[in-house]
C-alpha cells in the first residue's frame, strides 16, 4: 500500500524491501490510530493561550506552585491492549463482566514532578474541589497554587467557583485551550499507569485494583523524589 501510494504521489516505484529499509531508517512502526477532536480555536488563539501558560511557568514566583490537573477512570473490566506471550499462545484476560468504576483527580506538580491525587465513585465538582483541598493542605507554605487544566464541566461548576472564592485567590484556574491533551502533562502519567496497571490487568475486584493504582503511583512519587532531591543537589 505505501508503495502504491508513493508512486501515485510521486511517479517513483519502488521495491517493497526498498521501503521496508527506508521505515527501518526512519523507525516507523505499525500502530493502532488515536481518534482526536480538533481544537475549535483558531490556531492564533490556541498558541496566544498557551504562549501565556508558558510564560506562567517560565516567571513562576519562588513561593508559587504550579500543577496540571486532569481526571483519569480506573475499571475493573480489563483496558486490553498489546503483552508478551509465548508464540502459539494467546493470552487469555478474564473480565468480570458487570463493570466497576473508580475515579481519580491528580495533579502533577511543574517542578518536582510529584503527583498529587484524590479518589472517588463518580467524576463530578466534589472529586475536583476534594483535589483543590488536599493541594491547599499538602503545600501550606504556597502563596498561590496555579492549576492548568481542561474545560471539563466540573471545572468550573457552580460548586467549584464557590469553593474557589474560599481560598480569596490562593488558588487560581489557567484553562488550556479545548480538545488540547496533549498540553497537559499529566496526561502522561495516565498513559504510564494504564500500561503497568490497567491494561490487561488480572485483579477480581475494584479494591485489588485500587490497590495495585495507588502502589504504582507511590512507586512514581518515591523515584521522582530521588530525581528531583539530586537535581536540586
Not at 463493570?99 to 465513585?121: H, Q
Not at 491533551?181 to 504510564?192: A, H, L, S
Request: charged share 25%.
Amino acid at each position: 500500500m505505501l508503495v502504491a501510494t508513493l508512486a501515485q504521489q510521486t511517479g517513483v516505484r519502488i521495491h517493497p524491501a526498498t521501503m521496508s529499509r527506508a521505515l527501518a531508517l526512519v523507525q516507523a512502526r505499525r500502530g493502532r490510530p488515536r481518534p482526536t477532536v480538533r481544537c475549535p480555536w483558531s490556531p492564533a488563539a490556541k498558541a496566544s493561550r498557551l504562549g501565556a501558560i508558558d510564560q506562567l511557568l517560565a516567571s513562576l514566583p519562588r513561593r508559587h506552585l504550579a500543577v496540571y490537573e486532569d481526571e483519569v477512570d480506573i475499571h475493573l473490566n480489563p483496558k486490553i491492549g498489546w503483552d508478551w506471550m509465548v508464540r502459539g499462545q494467546q493470552k487469555e484476560v478474564v473480565t468480570p463482566g458487570q463493570n466497576v468504576k473508580r475515579y481519580l483527580a491528580g495533579a502533577l506538580d511543574v517542578r518536582s514532578g510529584l503527583v498529587t491525587w484524590v479518589e472517588g465513585e463518580r467524576k463530578c465538582s466534589a472529586l475536583f474541589i476534594a483535589l483543590l483541598e488536599r493541594l491547599s493542605a499538602y503545600n501550606p507554605r504556597a502563596k498561590v497554587i496555579h492549576v492548568i487544566l481542561d474545560n471539563y464541566r466540573i471545572h468550573d461548576s457552580t460548586i467549584t467557583q464557590a469553593a474557589l472564592r474560599g481560598y480569596g485567590g490562593r488558588i487560581r484556574l489557567h484553562f488550556l485551550p479545548p480538545y488540547c491533551p496533549n498540553d497537559n502533562r499529566i496526561e502522561r502519567v495516565w498513559e504510564d499507569l494504564h500500561a503497568n496497571v490497567t491494561r490487561n490487568h488480572r485483579c477480581a475486584g475494584m479494591d485489588a485494583l485500587i490497590v495495585e493504582v495507588r502502589e504504582h503511583l507511590w512507586h512514581r512519587n518515591r523515584t521522582m523524589l530521588r530525581l528531583h532531591r539530586r537535581h536540586v543537589a
